[in-house]
């Protein structure tokens, strides 16, 4: 049983029946290309419009610009938003204030003149704050006019369809991450005021976000980009895994992180005999062509790592493709385990960490109690 706790303790029992209404399928099934698609974070350059809200709908109209390397265009569409979000009165604001949008794409750059864009879009969702929106009846007019052409002699009309289905597929996986955090507890971080999402996994407290907490010198955005540490936290060696959680809150001991995978899937003969369950730890983004279930509500994003190679060399690498967390160390014993799993990995593994792999960067969870 895997429970969720707000006060009161909900439960929902994983007998071969998802904890979650869940979508089927990644958005590049759709396009019968699986595996073949992204899913990026762009920048929008100026303001974002918004029009009038339709309140029994919940639907509000926007529009924007992108121009941010390979992307250049205006979209505009129509996104599903709660009337609560609308009623807070700061909507609009935190919108303007995010200024980013997420692109799914197929990554086939194409010369039109001088310049090299990317035009083969299959949707396109707007970030506002922590939650992202799908935008249905999706128009899009691109910057340069020979990539525009393109756009409507080849996929404006042709694939119009297989937009409104991803479009469809984001809305449905943006409410399976609000009925997570809806059954979810959460935790104030008193030394920055950062909120992170928890979940109650056979009685222990477990971060459900990456930590995102700075520690100079040993904390970094991939690629030094601060969108991503906004998505999934920051990278952190050893040294700054061990000071990232909380008081209160510890780096996972590798025997933390097998109880918890032992509560979430419930094969207490070992995680090794359960079949594929990594899918339903990996969020439903942030995975190159799409990503998991999330049916544990573990949300576990790519987060790549940083290369550390020699004395000065740096490189950030596998975003989309893997994610790993660092374990404590288990008493005298200086073995250091890595929790980890890729973007075609059926379950979550350990990795012995060299000595000389202990500066690279990887992502940290955090769990309660001593």
């Known amino acids: 049983m895997i429970c969720f706790s707000k006060k009161v303790f909900a439960c929902v029992t994983l007998m071969g029946v998802a904890a979650f209404a869940v979508p089927p399928k990644t958005w590049d099934a759709i396009y019968k290309a699986e595996g073949e698609g992204d899913y990026t974070s762009v920048k929008v350059s100026g303001n974002i419009r918004m029009g009038k809200y339709t309140n029994y709908k919940e639907v509000q109209p926007v529009s924007f610009k ?5 992307f250049s265009f205006s979209a505009s569409g129509n996104m599903t938003v709660p009337a609560d979000k609308i009623e807070k009165g700061n909507f ?10 997420w692109v799914s794409y197929f990554n086939k750059p194409m010369t039109f003149g001088k310049e090299e864009k990317i035009v083969n879009i299959a949707g396109v969702d707007l970030a506002c704050g922590d939650d992202v929106y799908a935008l249905s009846d999706l128009k899009i007019k691109f ?32 409410q399976h991450h609000a009925d997570i955090r809806s059954m979810s507890s959460s935790f ?12 109650k996994v056979e009685g222990r407290e477990w971060f459900a976000q990456n930590v995102n907490y700075e520690v100079p010198g040993h904390s970094w955005c991939y690629e030094d980009k601060e969108n991503y540490c906004t998505r999934s936290g920051k990278l952190y060696d050893l040294e700054g895994a061990r000071q990232a959680c909380p008081a209160g809150w510890h780096l996972p001991r590798d025997r933390e992180w097998m109880d918890m995978l032992v509560g979430l899937t419930k094969c207490y003969e070992g995680v090794d ?14 995975w190159h062509g799409g990503g998991g279930t999330d049916e544990y509500g573990f949300s576990v994003y790519s987060s790549g790592y940083r290369k550390v190679i020699g004395k000065s060399t740096v490189r950030y690498e596998e975003m989309g493709e893997y994610a790993g967390f660092w374990s404590a160390q288990n008493g005298r014993n200086e073995t250091i385990w890595l929790w980890s799993m890729g973007r075609m990995s059926d379950q979550m593994v350990r990795q012995l960490v060299p000595n000389n792999a202990k500066n690279n960067a990887y992502s940290v969870r955090c769990i309660n109690g001593n």
């Open 66 to 70: 992108v121009d941010d390397g390979l």
């Open 92 to 101: 609009y604001g935190l919108c303007n204030s995010t200024k980013e949008a």
């Open 143 to 174: 910057a340069n006019p020979k990539a525009q052409e393109y756009w409507v002699a080849n996929l404006e009309g042709r694939e119009k369809y297989l937009r409104k289905q991803v479009a469809e597929l984001r809305t449905a996986e943006q």
């Open 188 to 199: 104030t971080d008193p030394r920055d005021g950062q909120v992170y999402r928890t979940i």
């Open 273 to 286: 005999k359960c079949g594929k369950f990594a899918e339903k730890m990996k969020a439903t983004t942030g």
